[in-house]
């Protein structure tokens, strides 16, 4: 049989890319023909051809964002979260094969019946969180690297007009950094209520960081204005004739209005003291407080490996993250996402009876998602034993994630994995980081040897 897929997942980083490896694995092994178009942060990859969809048997789409579905009119089609191509490949493929012929009787209906069954799941918060967070990330990371870079010239050396150092700290800093939050509210608002959504979304996430509510106030406003735009468009109705001022003048107007003003006037205020409530307490944190938040840091970059936990604490990270300063907070987070993908590696060597031929293989590829800090990489190995694998991550990274804050590392960057060790200065305490990652790695690889069963 013939099948085409979609793949994508609301960061379009690992998961799109795991479930694509995974759905063409199990065609294989059933037979089967499989082509999967793979809509990751690069954009779309091996687009389906009008031919393809044409010749193809059924359908599978394992996205957890939206995907354009006209084109599969009159296929049989199943749609389904991402992970569960990953972890059910199989399954879905049989399931793809007797699904019900899917009829959208015009993009219209198609996109309504798409927002009611988003709307309906309890993951739309999270899925309209995750869209603002795809979008940022790249600016954070650029950024963040390009001001790791200023402190090879010195830790203080920005602070020398026209410099090197000054240049990068400006370019990392004082734009890369400063679009982050307006970023994250504009493509939450635009998950929420599509390209009507971006202009009051950035308006109220420039808002957000001028009056001091940082990242938290962000989110408020992304999804501030994506609904009051969903509001504005079912209330306001305009002759045919006036219908194209909508997205030109009514729309952005009134809704930049409305957002800018409960930003300033209600919702600025009592946010920007929670924020800065939040990081005195994050500041004033040392000895055993600050063990204890580097634990509950591990435990959950570990719990879901990308899901919505570990992202919650991405985020987190990323907020006590400031220009020219290193967070360690982000360091415990860096370092307690990378664990998990490590120690299964490290077990495949020590433990190799306990594993099977593809777990192994899994391993070799789980090095390098380890150090390039992508916490997915221990997915597989999770899906195959749950029971064993998942106690076993959570208790290494809650190890390092502890040591890292005990250590009092800091990381000045938010992504890069082991890449950024290499840049100085980029890592407050870089010999005791490693020596935490490494810690973690050993006491998960450590718990697996000890509770994994032999494989007959």
């Known amino acids: 049989m013939k099948i085409v897929a979609v793949t994508a997942c609301p960061t379009g980083i690992a998961h799109t890319y795991m479930a694509a490896e995974a759905l063409n694995i199990a065609a294989g092994e059933m037979k089967h023909d499989m082509k999967v178009e793979t809509r990751g942060s690069v954009g779309a990859e091996n687009a389906l051809s009008d031919e393809d969809i044409k010749n193809a048997d059924a359908v599978i789409i394992a996205a957890d964002t939206n995907v354009p579905m006209e084109r599969f009119q009159g296929k049989k089609l199943i749609e389904v979260p991402v992970k569960e191509a990953i972890s059910n490949a199989q399954e879905l493929i049989k399931k793809a094969l007797t699904a019900d012929t899917y009829n959208a009787t015009n993009l219209s209906d198609q996109v309504d019946s798409i927002k009611n069954q988003k709307k309906s799941e309890r993951k739309g918060a999270y899925k309209h969180l995750m869209t603002g967070v795809s979008f940022m990330i790249p600016f954070v990371t650029a950024g963040g690297i390009l001001i790791a870079l200023s402190f090879v010239f010195g830790i203080e050396a920005f602070k020398e007009e026209g410099t090197i150092a000054a240049a990068l700290m400006q370019i990392g800093g004082g734009s890369a950094f400063a679009l982050m939050i ?7 608002a635009y998950s929420i209520a599509d390209r009507p959504g971006i202009v009051p979304g950035m308006v ?3 808002l ?6 940082g990242f938290l106030g962000g989110i408020i406003a992304g999804f501030l204005a994506g609904y009051t735009v969903e509001f504005l468009k079912k209330s306001i109705k305009l002759p045919r004739s006036m219908a194209g ?12 209005l409305v957002v800018g003003l409960l930003m300033i006037f209600v919702i600025g205020g009592p946010v920007s003291s929670i924020n800065n409530a939040m990081n005195g307490w994050l500041q004033s944190l040392n000895g055993t407080n600050s063990t204890v938040l580097g634990l509950v840091i591990g435990l959950m970059m570990a719990f879901d ?3 919505p936990v570990n992202k919650a604490a991405y985020t987190f990270g990323v907020g006590t993250l400031v220009a020219g300063q290193a967070s360690e907070v982000m360091a415990a987070v860096m370092a307690a996402g990378m664990v998990p993908p490590l120690g299964l590696a490290l077990a495949t060597i020590v433990a190799k009876n306990k594993f099977s031929h593809e777990e192994k293989e899994a391993g070799k590829a789980a090095w390098a998602l380890g150090i390039s800090f992508i916490t997915e990489g221990a997915i597989p190995f999770a899906a ?17 994630g502890s040591l890292s804050m005990l250590f009092k590392c800091g990381l000045a960057v938010p992504h890069g994995g082991i890449f950024v060790l ?5 890592v407050v305490n870089l010999a005791a ?8 790695t050993c006491v998960t690889a450590g718990l697996i040897f000890g509770l994994k069963r032999e494989v007959v």
């Open 182 to 188: 307006p970023i994250l509210a504009g493509y939450i």
């Open 384 to 400: 195959a034993d749950p029971a064993r694998v998942i106690p076993s991550i959570m208790a290494g990274s809650a190890v390092t």
């Open 204 to 206: 109220g996430g420039m």
């Open 305 to 307: 490996m990308g899901g």
């Open 245 to 256: 001022l909508m997205p030109v003048l009514i729309l952005p107007v009134f809704s930049s």
């Open 433 to 440: 980081y490693v020596l935490a990652i490494a810690i973690g």
């Open 208 to 213: 957000a960081s001028s009056i001091g509510s």
């Open 422 to 426: 290499f840049i100085p200065n980029a």
